[in-house]
């Protein structure tokens, strides 16, 4: 397929208004298969618009491509799934996948999935220790962040003290590797409800002065958005 071709497809079903056809979504996966990594980069990205059983079967054979890029992009996307199986497949990358970011967008899909399933495989309490016990045998700290964030998200309130720790390592060290990442996390904490917005005021309001000038605009941001709700 040319490459004009290829833009104008994916222009097409970017359009908020257009609903894909039978036709689109064989046309996309097809392309999900190309050997342009960032074409199926780009079909990653927008199945993500579509909550169905084609898209979550699309996705769920991208989860495999060889690219990273891709990868991240499907796991992030197959958020939306249902089916037990994209459940076990993104379980799995959150624990192997040799890139972390794709270890961290895998923790919080899978719990997205794991919302949606109508027959679980653990009990609430089961799969929390699970997630724990997944937590402590990963080292990287991009990665953690994302099980601190689902953690919270399942009741467990006191692994928000550990996205706090984290933002307060960054402050002292001056370096603010991470720092976006935590933000956005509280971001999605508060938007859920899964933590108390006086809580994250009181916590992270002493820490802003010493963010680069973009995070603490956004912190304010998220204080402003507290304070009118």
């Known amino acids: 397929m040319k490459k004009k071709y290829v833009k104008a497809f994916i ?3 970017l359009d908020e208004e257009y609903c894909l056809t039978a036709k ?11 050997k342009d990594e960032l074409v199926r980069t780009d079909i990653a990205c927008l199945l993500a618009l579509y909550e169905n059983d084609i898209s979550e079967s699309i996705l769920y054979d991208m989860t495999f491509d060889k690219s990273s890029l891709v990868r991240v992009n499907a796991v992030d996307s197959i958020g939306l799934g249902k089916r037990k199986d994209t459940f076990d497949r993104v379980y799995r990358l959150m624990q192997y996948d040799r890139v972390p970011i794709v270890r961290s967008y895998a923790v919080l899909s899978q719990y997205d999935v794991f919302e949606k399933l109508a027959d679980k495989p653990f009990s609430k309490e089961s799969y929390i220790g699970e997630l724990i016990n997944c937590l402590n045998r990963e080292t990287r700290r991009e990665v953690r962040i994302s099980y601190y964030e689902v953690l919270c998200c399942a009741g467990e309130k006191s692994f928000f003290d550990d996205i706090i720790s984290c933002i307060q390592k960054e402050a002292e060290t ?3 590797v991470l720092l976006w990442s935590l933000l956005h996390s509280i971001e999605r904490l508060l938007e859920k409800g899964s933590v108390e917005k006086s809580m994250v005021k009181e916590k992270l309001e002493p820490l802003i002065q010493t963010f680069p000038k973009q995070q603490k605009l956004f912190a304010l941001e998220l204080f402003q958005s507290i304070d009118e709700i």
């Open 11 to 13: 222009d097409k079903v």
């Open 24 to 34: 689109d979504f064989e046309t996309a996966r097809k392309l999900s298969v190309s």
């Open 174 to 176: 001056g370096h603010f």
